[in-house]
Antibody
Framework: QVQLQQSGPGLVKPSQTLSLTCAISGDSVSSNSAAWDWIRQSPLRGLEWLGRTYYRSKWYNDYGVFVKGRITINPDTSKNQFSLQLNSVTPEDTAVYYC???????????????WGQGTLVTVSS | QSVLTQPPSASGTPGQRVTISCSGSSSNIGINYAYWYQQLPGAAPKLLISRNNQRPSGVPDRFSGSKSGTSASLAISGLRSEDEADYYCAAWDDSLSGWMFGGGTKLTVL
């Protein structure tokens, strides 16, 4: 059974960088049959997909159009985890952030079937 | 405003059948699978329906999904009080190159 455990600060100052980590158990961040996503949820923006990282002979990243240019998602194979960095945050980035697993097979990926517990991140001075 | 459009609320009495709609476009539901999530208060979304109409293991057969053209629907039959939750649809959007979600429907069991 796959489990995702999130960690990171719940308060970030405006203009700084939001950083979260998601530790994976029961699967591998290097799996060829999964992608590893970050999704956030706020009353203002609803559920918003931020991006993903996945390994298919080499590492790939896809980022959502709404945060492209400010976001980095990195795998850490030594710790079997992946991370989110969101730069230049504003109060509009206040949300519950989730990590999630996208199952993939035959070259196609499907909507996330396993989610982390969520981390409320507040952007405020 | 969400790429996928859902009614903000729905309601029903115990035992009834309710349906929640999700309207998309030719770049998402029209050419890709639709998915449905259930979110209870304070919890992460839980996958309820995968690939238009597939129930993951453990999801009761009271929940069913369908797709027609650029729209998808979630039906819940034999409504129970524990079904009171927020429901979200999702689909990959080829134009935006990302996963898109509906704005959510709050289901109230009267």
């Amino acid at each position: 059974q796959v489990q995702l455990q999130q960690s990171g600060p719940g308060l970030v100052k405006p203009s700084q960088t939001l950083s979260l980590t998601c530790a994976i158990s029961g699967d591998s961040v290097s799996s060829n049959s999964a992608a590893w996503d970050w999704i956030r949820q706020s009353p203002l923006r609803g559920l918003e997909w931020l991006g993903r990282t996945y390994y298919r002979s080499k590492w790939y990243n896809d980022y959502g159009v709404f945060v492209k240019g400010r976001i980095t998602i990195n795998p850490d194979t030594s710790k079997n985890q992946f991370s989110l960095q969101l730069n230049s945050v504003t109060p509009e980035d206040t949300a519950v952030y989730y990590c999630a697993r996208e199952p993939c097979s035959g070259g196609s990926c499907y909507s996330s079937d396993t989610w982390g517990q969520g981390t409320l991140v507040t952007v405020s001075s | 405003q969400s790429v996928l459009t859902q009614p903000p609320s729905a309601s029903g009495t115990p035992g009834q059948r309710v349906t929640i709609s999700c309207s998309g476009s030719s770049s998402n539901i029209g050419i890709n699978y639709a998915y449905w999530y259930q979110q209870l208060p304070g919890a992460a979304p839980k996958l309820l329906i995968s690939r238009n109409n597939q129930r993951p293991s453990g999801v009761p057969d009271r929940f069913s999904g369908s797709k027609s053209g650029t729209s998808a629907s979630l039906a819940i039959s034999g409504l129970r009080s524990e079904d009171e939750a927020d429901y979200y649809c999702a689909a990959w959007d080829d134009s935006l190159s990302g996963w898109m979600f509906g704005g959510g429907t709050k289901l109230t069991v009267l």
